[in-house]
């Protein structure tokens, strides 16, 4: 059977190599030149078009444990970064033209990769699709997958994401567990007093914003950045993510509350409800460490607004990234709800290593768990409730606990790492 994959980005690349490496014939179909999206530039596979770091190497960081993750895993654009690799400090920089450079010259040098510059509007049933098109895919294909693979309105244009904090950064003094108008505990509730909440909405108002791009702007009313309902009044947000209504804290109803919900089922990673933002990171940073009870919170991600494409992948797909309706298709990249250049590459890669090994075995294997990767996989295939896009963290390998923080991190690194290296171990043993 052949494995079709549409998209020549970074997940479309990982695939193929990881398929063609393993003597897999692959068709890489990308539209450019015929068809270039509103923010690709460049005729070749593999274009970079934000910035051109992908992140740093430490292993103290969520960033730096995925790459050495996906080094075990054989990544090759991992060897195309190294050749092109910038002064960055501990950052992995590229020089973007080199990369996409000789990302494509090894795309069309491959004797199991067929390089085809054409657009896929359609999918057929005879092979086997990997659908790895980025965040701004083909709006023919969207709506070919909306009638025939996905069944439905569940592909998103409007990216909405709060700031995910890290659960034991969180100072549990300045709040408590509840809910409005019921006994359970679902939400840490953040208090704020009076002068709490004008000192936070006076810098919320004056913090600096992110513009939103020329393609965004038909998508800004679909949903509100906090700091734009601060803006129609100091009291807006008193009546909205803020509202102590249904609360009481020491038998009286607070002057604000901000609301963190569980994003995991560990309960490692807290989502700051209602929070979706255009303030520069830095910005974010700074103000939303004005609420007490994050004065001295680590940020497992910042929050966004961009327009964007991606599926509910938790209702859509299984553990192996492939439809859970239709076999023949799987998803790997943005699309799939992660976010960052590593982590749309790892979900790639994870994807062709599976289908090369169901191909010659008649098997696929779930990712493992504690690790960066699998703890993407198992996210964004399993989340509870409403699904926003997410990236690599420390809130996916539980260690317990440990009181240094650099010490609990290196920890699980090691941890990270070691069950990676078993995996892979095991994914070779199964595939020879």
């Given at each position: 059977?052949?494995?079709?994959?549409?998209?020549?980005?970074?997940?479309?690349?990982?695939?193929?190599?990881?398929?063609?490496?393993?003597?897999?014939?692959?068709?890489?179909?990308?539209?450019?030149p015929k068809k270039f999206s509103k923010v690709h530039k460049s005729e070749g596979a593999a274009e970079i078009v934000c910035s051109n770091s992908f992140g740093s190497t430490k292993l103290t960081t969520a960033s730096g444990v995925l790459k050495e993750e996906m080094r075990i895993l054989g990544s090759v654009l991992l060897k195309i970064a190294s050749?092109?690799?910038?002064?960055?400090?501990?950052?992995?920089?590229?020089?973007?033209?080199?990369?996409?450079?000789?990302?494509?010259?090894?795309?069309?040098?491959?004797?199991?990769?067929?390089?085809?510059?054409?657009?896929?509007?359609?999918?057929?049933?005879?092979?086997?699709?990997?659908?790895?098109?980025?965040?701004?895919?083909?709006?023919?294909?969207?709506?070919?997958?909306?009638?025939?693979?996905?069944?439905?309105?569940?592909?998103?244009?409007?990216?909405?994401?709060?700031?995910?904090?890290?659960?034991?950064?969180?100072?549990?003094?300045?709040?408590?567990?509840?809910?409005?108008?019921?006994?359970?505990?679902?939400?840490?509730?953040?208090?704020?007093?009076?002068?709490?909440?004008?000192?936070?909405?006076?810098?919320?108002?004056?913090?600096?914003?992110?513009?939103?791009?020329?393609?965004?702007?038909?998508?800004?009313?679909?949903?509100?950045?906090?700091?734009?309902?601060?803006?129609?009044?100091?009291?807006?947000?008193?009546?909205?993510?803020?509202?102590?209504?249904?609360?009481?804290?020491?038998?009286?109803?607070?002057?604000?509350?901000?609301?963190?919900?569980?994003?995991?089922?560990?309960?490692?990673?807290?989502?700051?409800?209602?929070?979706?933002?255009?303030?520069?990171?830095?910005?974010?940073?700074?103000?939303?460490?004005?609420?007490?009870?994050?004065?001295?919170?680590?940020?497992?991600?910042?929050?966004?607004?961009?327009?964007?494409?991606?599926?509910?992948?938790?209702?859509?797909?299984?553990?192996?990234?492939?439809?859970?309706?239709?076999?023949?298709?799987?998803?790997?990249?943005?699309?799939?709800?992660?976010?960052?250049?590593?982590?749309?590459?790892?979900?790639?890669?994870?994807?062709?290593?599976?289908?090369?090994?169901?191909?010659?075995?008649?098997?696929?294997?779930?990712?493992?768990?504690?690790?960066?990767?699998?703890?993407?996989?198992?996210?964004?295939?399993?989340?509870?409730?409403?699904?926003?896009?997410?990236?690599?963290?420390?809130?996916?390998?539980?260690?317990?606990?440990?009181?240094?923080?650099?010490?609990?991190?290196?920890?699980?690194?090691?941890?990270?790492?070691?069950?990676?290296?078993?995996?892979?171990?095991?994914?070779?043993?199964?595939?020879?």
């Amino acid at each position: 059977m052949k494995v079709n994959i549409v998209g020549a980005g970074l997940a479309g690349i990982e695939a193929a190599f990881a398929l063609a490496n393993r003597g897999i014939k692959v068709n890489l179909f990308e539209m450019k030149p015929k068809k270039f999206s509103k923010v690709h530039k460049s005729e070749g596979a593999a274009e970079i078009v934000c910035s051109n770091s992908f992140g740093s190497t430490k292993l103290t960081t969520a960033s730096g444990v995925l790459k050495e993750e996906m080094r075990i895993l054989g990544s090759v654009l991992l060897k195309i970064a190294s050749l092109t690799r910038v002064e960055a400090g501990n950052a992995l920089a590229v020089d973007r033209k080199r990369f996409s450079d000789i990302a494509t010259k090894w795309v069309e040098k491959h004797p199991n990769i067929n390089l085809i510059r054409e657009r896929v509007t359609k999918l057929d049933n005879d092979s086997i699709w990997i659908v790895a098109c980025g965040p701004l895919c083909d709006s023919e294909l969207i709506d070919f997958l909306k009638e025939n693979v996905i069944k439905g309105d569940l592909l998103y244009f409007f990216d909405a994401i709060a700031p995910i904090v890290y659960s034991d950064s969180v100072d549990y003094s300045k709040g408590f567990w509840g809910s409005r108008y019921s006994d359970s505990k679902d939400y840490f509730n953040c208090v704020l007093t009076e002068d709490e909440y004008n000192k936070f909405y006076d810098e919320l108002i004056r913090a600096e914003k992110v513009e939103f791009k020329e393609f965004e702007k038909n998508y800004y009313e679909a949903c509100l950045p906090i700091e734009e309902l601060a803006e129609r009044g100091k009291q807006t947000l008193l009546f909205g993510p803020l509202k102590p209504v249904g609360l009481k804290f020491k038998g009286k109803t607070p002057f604000a509350v901000v609301q963190l919900r569980k994003e995991n089922k560990e309960g490692t990673l807290l989502g700051l409800v209602g929070f979706q933002t255009k303030l520069t990171y830095k910005e974010q940073k700074r103000v939303f460490r004005l609420i007490p009870a994050l004065r001295n919170a680590e940020f497992a991600k910042l929050g966004s607004l961009h327009r964007n494409t991606f599926i509910d992948s938790p209702r859509l797909l299984n553990v192996f990234l492939q439809s859970k309706d239709k076999p023949n298709v799987f998803f790997a990249g943005q699309i799939t709800g992660v976010e960052g250049y590593m982590a749309s590459a790892v979900t790639g890669l994870y994807v062709g290593m599976n289908i090369a090994l169901f191909l010659k075995k008649g098997k696929m294997m779930e990712p493992p768990k504690n690790t960066m990767f699998g703890g993407l996989i198992h996210y964004i295939t399993s989340k509870d409730g409403e699904f926003q896009p997410i990236s690599e963290n420390f809130g996916f390998i539980d260690v317990g606990k440990v009181k240094n923080k650099k010490i609990k991190r290196l920890t699980q690194a090691q941890v990270a790492i070691n069950n990676t290296k078993a995996w892979r171990e095991q994914y070779e043993s199964e595939l020879n």
